[in-house]
T-cell receptor, first 114, second 114 residues
Framework: GEDVEQSLFLSVREGDSSVINCTYT??????LYWYKQEPGAGLQLLTY?????DMKQDQRLTVLLNKKDKHLSLRIADTQTGDSAIYFC??????????????FGRGTQLTVWP | DSGVTQTPKHLITATGQRVTLRCSPR?????VYWYQQSLDQGLQFLIQ???????AKGNILERFSAQQFPDLHSELNLSSLELGDSALYFC?????????????FGEGSWLTVV
């Protein structure tokens, strides 16, 4: 199947690092994505990683992929109140029947306290 | 701004009615996806079109239908509406299809059925 699991809530203090975790079940997943949804807004693509990579860094964002454990994490350095949002992990399994279709987790609500 | 445009942004309608949601993909993108976001179901894939043809079908009800036109814009038709159809409907687009394509989402259309 294509189950993507995330913890539902995370609270951090402004300036700290946030780590949002995600696990997926489909071993054929070759592309994994992080999307951000602010209140009343659409889904903003934050970053993505290919399965042949272990890590990807983009400014304050670091994505770590442990393919053996099917574990993906998103680290936000120096978290700001503007980072408060719901973060979705998503995968596209590399199988013909599901080509191009994103499977989403339920999202992690990140709350940043000043 | 993702470049994906959805109209209307908000819609309130009565049970039993029919509505049409419209999506203009990013310039040059051939693939269009529709997703439904609700509190209880999370983000559910509905349907995908690629260059005018249906490519994949997800949890789309028989009361719902979609199409992609020659100019690549897409419409999602929802009929015989029920209270449970109240949700945020996202359109997304990508250049092609298959794993590895970056998928960009619009701001969504909020549908409230009363």
């Amino acid at each position: 199947g294509e189950d993507v699991e995330q913890s539902l809530f995370l609270s951090v203090r402004e300036g700290d690092s946030s780590v949002i975790n995600c696990t997926y079940t489909d071993s054929s997943s070759t592309y994994l994505y992080w999307y951000k949804q602010e209140p009343g807004a659409g889904l903003q693509l934050l970053t993505y990683i290919f399965s042949n990579m272990d890590m990807k860094q983009d400014q304050r964002l670091t994505v770590l992929l442990n393919k053996k454990d099917k574990h993906l994490s998103l680290r936000i350095a120096d978290t700001q109140t503007g980072d408060s949002a719901i973060y979705f992990c998503a995968e596209i399994p590399d199988r013909g029947s599901t080509l191009g279709r994103l499977y989403f987790g339920r999202g992690t609500q990140l709350t940043v306290w000043p | 701004d993702s470049g994906v445009t959805q109209t209307p942004k908000h819609l309130i309608t009565a049970t039993g009615q029919r509505v049409t949601l419209r999506c203009s993909p990013r310039s040059g993108d051939l693939s269009v996806y529709w997703y439904q976001q609700s509190l209880d179901q999370g983000l559910q894939f509905l349907i995908q079109y690629y260059n005018g043809e249906e490519r994949a079908k997800g949890n789309i009800l028989e009361r719902f239908s979609a199409q992609q036109f020659p100019d690549l814009h897409s419409e999602l038709n929802l009929s015989s509406l029920e209270l449970g159809d109240s949700a945020l409907y996202f359109c997304a687009s990508s250049a092609a299809t298959g794993a590895g394509n970056t998928i960009y989402f619009g701001e969504g259309s909020w549908l409230t059925v009363v």
